[in-house]
């Protein structure tokens, strides 16, 4: 019984005074430290800006006239690993091949070998 006295003596201090010993670890959050940058939910005030309809954040619309085949079977052909090559839609192309030569549409500049 005695230990049981000596260890609320002990510990009824420490409860007590913990709240106000804690209270200054509030200086270290960083989302409330003076002159920082404070989370407001910016991006989705924006977003919901931007939406024709806000409400298709919750939940979206089909389209008319889709029915989902052309996705079903793009996604069975990525299962079986049958994806289709993207068609080549670029002006340029990049990459791969050796140099070509050069042209030079200056006034008496030589094109170098």
Same mark, same amino acid.
């Given at each position: 019984m005695m230990a049981r006295a000596m260890t609320v003596r002990v510990l009824l201090p420490v409860a007590l005074l #913990?709240?106000? =010993? !804690? =209270?200054?670890?509030?200086?270290?959050d960083p989302y409330k430290a003076p002159g920082l940058? &404070?989370?407001? @939910? $910016?991006?989705?005030?924006?977003? $919901? *800006?931007? =939406? =024709?309809?806000? !409400?298709?954040? *919750? +939940?979206?619309r089909g389209m008319p006239g889709a029915d989902? @085949? #052309? *996705? $079903? $079977? #793009?996604?069975? +052909? !990525? +299962? &079986?690993? @049958?994806?289709k090559a993207l068609p080549d839609t670029s002006i340029v192309q990049i990459g791969g091949g050796g140099g070509g030569g050069g042209s030079s549409s200056g006034g008496g500049a030589e094109q170098a070998p």
């Open positions: #913990a709240p106000i =010993a !804690l =209270a200054g670890c509030d200086i270290t940058w &404070r989370p407001n @939910q $910016a991006n989705t005030i924006d977003r $919901a *800006a931007e =939406a =024709a309809n806000p !409400l298709d954040f *919750a +939940r979206g989902g @085949q #052309a *996705a $079903a $079977a #793009a996604v069975g +052909r !990525l +299962r &079986r690993d @049958q994806v």
